[in-house]
């Protein structure tokens, strides 16, 4: 075989290469995608037609297949194999060489390898490869060969194939990518349903073999694994603790929790509970029923799943209706919605924390660079006792969780001073106003999740800071349904009449809300206000300007598959 047909060749196998290089890019991509959602194949749909034309049918999928069809009606009589090779082998190469747009340098939340995520994998790569071999014996079959005078041998006809058709169905195979990942999901349903309910048996048998264990359940739209981490830390003050990790809140993390970390020697288990539809927090209760239930409050978050206020206040409810009779039931008393909570119930306890007409309740509040001090009160068999607490934490809803916490901490018999020991060594969870110091900046860290209420008490937060520029940087709040825009513009508003000094939106089309909020407030020192399109862009800024001094407050970080690129 000559050098031509070797040529002929050569870009046959480059332009195959090309394709396969981008579809399984994509496909890691896509599958990264439906991770961050949860592996819910509704969400991930969503996501999908919210990023149509940028990821899933993109402009260059669109022009290469003009393209395609254009030599085909008009110059495919014109233009001999080698002209037509040529030209497909130069747009392949120019369009789908870059795998950029689906592999981007730096991932806030990367692709996580789990055994879950190797099942799906393994199925979509059968459907690819499948699709490939299939495809493959169609395109280099003999009766789709351009016969040439230069190509005598074998291997020269095997692989001399329709440059258009060869084209074309190598990038449908890239355009299906994305689509193929719903049957390989579903596929797979009935096998991680079955490892699913293995794992919660697995859980409920074992917290029967523990009748001493007593079981803490925190619910709630905010706050749940701050007031679940301040619990953690007054019990282990005179108890052995079990608590899940982080914002281990589902299913299969609490079941992972239970089955691997809990052993004999604990005393108490101390559960996040979560939830974004109807009947999840049951789904959990049915796995360990608690002993005491903590009810945060009731907000806006997870409204676009829920429909309602009315849905979530009775999600977070089912705390109060599945709680063991003979339990404690400790409420957020200055939540209207969650004070009620519970009163159909006359076979348990319930606290109230708050105002000082509850059992539980704050004075003479106090916030600055070192934190939070206030007056810790609570009134027991009439009698009112009362100890000074200093805490790192910053901000009235973690006092608020604190005073949830020393509502547990009192079923177990621990005091007061004991109680306030353990609030002065409190530290912030991880990227929930989380006080920081980088380089001679000022960093509060609430970049975990964000809601309405939480939002504005963060702002407030960095308006008190005086010793430099007061930066917010933010992508606003999602899954509010029908009352994100509006949230958001109250968000803005509430930052433009803070005083702070700049404002860093992530986001042209997330923040257009916020930005609204600004603009449209009548403050007289509105920020000055800076949009990017992703939290690298935000922190590239910051690198550039910040100045000695200067307070940046990160509210909320979105996943990946936010970025607007």
Same mark, same amino acid.
């Given at each position: ?98 795998? &950029?747009?689906? &592999? ?106 523990? $009748? ?7 619910? =709630? ?94 999600? &977070? ?77 910053? =901000? ?30 409190? &530290? $912030? ?119 000695? =001094? ?16």
């Amino acid at each position: 075989m000559d050098l031509f047909t070797y040529s002929l060749n050569a870009a046959i196998v480059i332009i195959c290469a090309v394709f396969v290089r981008h579809s399984f890019t994509r496909a890691r991509y896509f599958l990264q995608m439906l991770q961050q959602h949860g592996y819910k194949t509704h969400e991930y749909r969503h996501w999908l037609v919210d990023h149509f034309s940028s990821k899933v049918i993109t402009t260059e999928h669109l022009v290469y297949n003009t393209v395609i069809l254009s030599l085909l009606i008009f110059l495919s009589t014109r233009l001999t194999f080698v002209s037509g090779l040529v030209i497909i082998f130069v747009f392949t190469v120019f369009w789908f060489g870059t795998v &950029k747009n689906y &592999k981007p340098e730096k991932n806030k939340k990367p692709f996580v390898l789990t055994a879950r995520a190797k099942r799906l994998t393994a199925i979509l790569a059968v459907f690819v490869i499948g699709i490939y071999y299939a495809l493959g014996s169609f395109i280099f079959s003999e009766q789709l060969i351009y016969y040439l005078d230069d190509v005598q041998e074998p291997i020269g006809r095997f692989l001399t194939a329709d440059p258009y058709l060869l084209g074309f169905l190598l990038s449908l195979i890239d355009i299906a990518i994305p689509f193929l990942i719903f049957p390989a999901a579903w596929i797979l349903k009935p096998v991680e349903t079955s490892i699913q309910n293995g794992f919660k048996k697995q859980a409920r048998e074992k917290i029967a073999s523990m $009748p001493h264990l007593k079981v803490v359940a925190i619910t =709630g739209s905010y706050g749940k694994t701050s007031t679940k981490f301040v619990i953690d830390a007054f019990l282990k003050e005179r108890l052995s603790v079990c608590v899940t990790p982080g914002s281990f809140n589902t299913p299969m993390g609490i079941c992972k929790v239970i089955n691997n970390d809990l052993n004999a020697n604990h005393q108490v288990l101390i559960l996040e509970m979560g939830a974004r539809y109807e009947g999840n927090i049951k789904e959990l209760c049915d796995i360990a029923q608690p002993d005491i239930s903590v009810v945060t409050n009731v907000g806006i978050a997870h409204l676009e799943t829920f429909g309602s206020q009315e849905n979530i206040a009775w999600e &977070k409810a089912t705390l109060a209706r599945r709680l063991k009779p003979g339990g404690t039931l400790i409420l957020n008393g200055d939540d209207p919605i969650v004070r009620e909570m519970g009163t159909d119930r006359s076979d348990i306890e319930r606290i109230l924390t708050g105002e000082s007409d509850q059992q539980i309740w704050a004075e003479d509040l106090k916030i600055d660079e070192n934190g939070t001090a206030f007056d810790l009160k609570w009134r027991k068999d009439n009698v009112i006792d009362s100890t000074r607490v200093q805490t790192k934490l910053l =901000g009235n809803h973690n006092v608020q969780n604190i005073l949830l916490a020393a509502g547990v901490a009192r079923i177990f018999d621990i005091r007061l001073k004991t109680i306030a020991v353990a609030a002065s060594r409190l &530290k $912030p969870v991880e990227h929930r106003l989380e006080l920081k110091k980088q380089g001679n900046l000022t960093v509060i860290d609430d970049a975990f999740n964000s809601n309405p209420v939480g939002a504005k008490n963060a702002v407030d937060i960095l308006a008190e800071f005086n010793s430099g520029r007061r930066i917010i940087i933010t992508p606003g709040m999602i899954e509010l349904g029908e009352m994100e825009e509006q949230e958001n513009k109250a968000l803005g508003e509430h930052i433009a009449k803070s005083g702070i000094d700049l404002a860093i939106l992530v986001g042209k089309k997330q923040t257009a809300p916020i930005q609204k909020g600004i603009e449209e407030s009548e403050s007289p020192q509105k920020p000055e206000v800076r949009i990017v399109s992703s939290l690298f862009e935000a922190n590239d800024i910051i690198t550039s300007d910040a100045q000695p =001094g200067d307070v940046v407050l990160y509210e909320n970080d979105l996943p990946d598959s936010y970025n607007e690129r």
